[in-house]
C-alpha cells in the first residue's frame, strides 16, 4: 500500500487554494483538452511542468479532491510527466490507487501512463524495468481498465510499443530531447 504521506517530497511553493486557482487559470486559458499540446501555451502551466517534483504534492492533493472537474485534474496529471522516472513511477501508483478507489475516473488516469509519445516514453522505453514491469502487471490486472487497454500494456511488456516510439522518433513525430530525459 502507497502512503501519500511518502509522495509530498518536498514543502509546497504554494497554498494548496492557490495552486488549484492555478490549475483553473489554467484550464480557463486552454478551454478545452482536445490539442493537450495548447498547455505549453500556458506560463503557469510550464512552471508546474519544468518543476513537477517541487508541486507533487500540491497535485496528489488535488487529485483527491472532491469538487475538483475532470480536466483540471488531467492538466495536473499532463504536468507530472516530466517527473524522474523513480518519481513518476510512483506517482502512477498512487494514479492507479485513485483509479481503483473511485477516487478519479479512467480519463484522468489515463493520462498519467498512457499521454501520447510526445508527453513521455517511459513506460515503452523502460519494459526490461522491474519496477515498470510490476506496475504494468498491477495496472493490467485492474478491473478498471478496458481490453483495449490491457491489450496495449501487453505491447509495452513485449517491448513492440518500444519499437513504436524508435520508429516515431526515425520519423521525426517525436521530440528526441524527451529520449534523453525519460531515460535518466
Not at 479512467?106 to 522491474?130: I, Q, R
Amino acid at each position: 500500500m502507497i502512503s501519500y504521506s511518502s509522495l509530498l517530497l518536498a514543502a509546497a511553493p504554494v497554498s494548496q487554494s492557490a495552486f488549484e486557482k492555478t490549475i483553473a487559470n489554467i484550464e480557463k486559458w486552454v478551454v478545452d483538452l482536445t490539442a493537450d499540446a495548447a498547455l505549453f501555451g500556458s506560463k503557469e502551466f510550464i512552471n508546474i511542468y519544468e518543476h513537477s517534483t517541487t508541486y507533487y504534492g500540491n497535485v496528489i492533493v488535488l487529485l483527491g479532491k472532491p469538487g475538483i472537474n475532470d480536466r483540471q485534474k488531467v492538466i495536473a496529471v499532463f504536468a507530472m510527466q516530466r517527473l524522474p522516472r523513480k518519481e513518476y513511477l510512483l506517482f502512477l501508483n498512487v494514479l492507479l490507487d485513485l483509479l481503483e478507489k473511485d477516487k478519479i475516473n479512467f480519463f484522468v488516469y489515463e493520462a498519467g501512463p498512457f499521454p501520447g509519445f510526445d508527453w513521455n516514453t517511459t513506460l515503452p522505453e523502460n519494459y526490461k524495468d522491474p519496477d515498470i514491469i510490476a506496475y504494468l502487471n498491477k495496472a493490467k490486472a485492474s478491473s478498471k481498465l478496458s481490453q483495449e487497454r490491457k491489450a496495449y500494456i501487453g505491447k509495452i511488456l513485449s517491448g513492440q510499443a518500444a519499437q513504436d516510439v524508435e520508429d516515431w522518433r526515425d520519423m521525426q513525430q517525436i521530440n528526441p530531447a524527451f529520449k534523453e530525459y525519460f531515460q535518466k
